[in-house]
């Protein structure tokens, strides 16, 4: 998956901002306590990585994996268990080699993690709360759950990049690089919402263009505009209904993998950050 300069911008502008420190109470929370708003809220491992029944995630599973995430010509994915079973999950990882298959994409055999998990992104997780994520991790509790591995039929990358050093974080009192960093890195909303290239997500030149399609039980669901050209028709208080709820102002009701379960959970400072972002992306014709 290749991310191209508009993505590199944001992160450098973020990169800049960040140089001014944490203020207010993010700067109190402890590790856990980041890990567990971010998992249960914008992050949403569990999306993902949680197996799902008929009436939604099956109890006693947390991120205990899901088969058949993603089902496509080019590949077929299962999310791995990702909870401290030391057989079938990641619980004999040390930290280092978590935040590296996160933020590089690298297991600690040295294999590479493909889409869609979304690495381009989660290179730029501060580093805060990449630890925060694995503080949260290391108190799931194990369960013994088998997934198969990936297939894909296309060559993965040898590596995303170059071995992530250290990543800044904006404070949130730069509202726009702010909800950058959480609507990218943090919620990939902008991977799941620009149409696919042959490179992945056209970030590059349709940055939330929408028009992804995402298959499942439910049928086919297609990610939405939330550029200007999408998102003009409503209000903030329209929009935050629709992230948290998964209703729109006409009463229709979005389909997964939109994680509105989760984002019911987030800030809303968070909430009015990301769509404050949004607002100000360039308006791209797509989706609406």
């Not at 205990?64 to 299962?78: C, E, I, K, P, Y």
């Amino acid at each position: 998956m290749v991310y191209g300069a508009k993505l590199r911008g944001l992160t450098l502008a973020a990169g800049l901002a960040a140089m001014a420190g944490f203020v207010g109470t993010a700067a109190a929370e402890t590790a856990l306590e980041r890990g567990a708003y971010l998992m249960r809220s914008v992050v949403a491992c569990g999306n993902c990585h949680t197996p799902k029944g008929p009436k939604g995630e099956l109890p006693g599973m947390e991120l205990a994996g899901m088969s058949n995430l993603d089902v496509r010509t080019f590949w077929t994915t299962h999310a791995p268990n990702i909870t401290q079973d030391k057989e079938t999950g990641i619980g004999a990882w040390s930290d280092a080699q978590i935040i590296a298959a996160i933020r590089e994409g690298k297991r600690p055999d040295g294999t590479i993690i493909g889409p869609p998990m979304p690495i381009g992104l989660y290179r730029n997780l501060s580093d805060r709360d990449v630890r925060a994520i694995v503080a949260y991790l290391r108190q799931v509790k194990p369960v013994k759950n088998a997934i198969p591995k990936s297939e894909y039929k296309i060559p993965l990358p040898p590596a995303y990049g170059p071995p992530v050093i250290t990543v800044a974080e904006p404070p949130k009192s730069d509202k726009l690089a702010y909800g950058a960093y959480l609507a990218g890195p943090a919620a990939h909303c902008i991977e799941c919402h620009s149409p696919m290239s042959k490179k992945g997500p056209d970030i590059e030149n349709q940055l939330g263009a929408g028009g992804l399609q995402f298959k499942g039980p439910w049928g086919v669901s297609v990610s939405a505009n939330i550029t200007p050209t999408g998102l003009g028709k409503y209000n903030d208080a329209e929009l935050k209904d629709m992230i948290t709820t998964g209703k729109r102002a006409n009463g229709t009701h979005l389909k997964p993998p939109m994680p509105y379960p989760y984002y019911a959970h987030m800030r809303d400072e968070d909430l009015e950050a990301i769509i404050a972002y949004l607002r100000s992306l360039p308006a791209k014709q797509g989706l609406q």
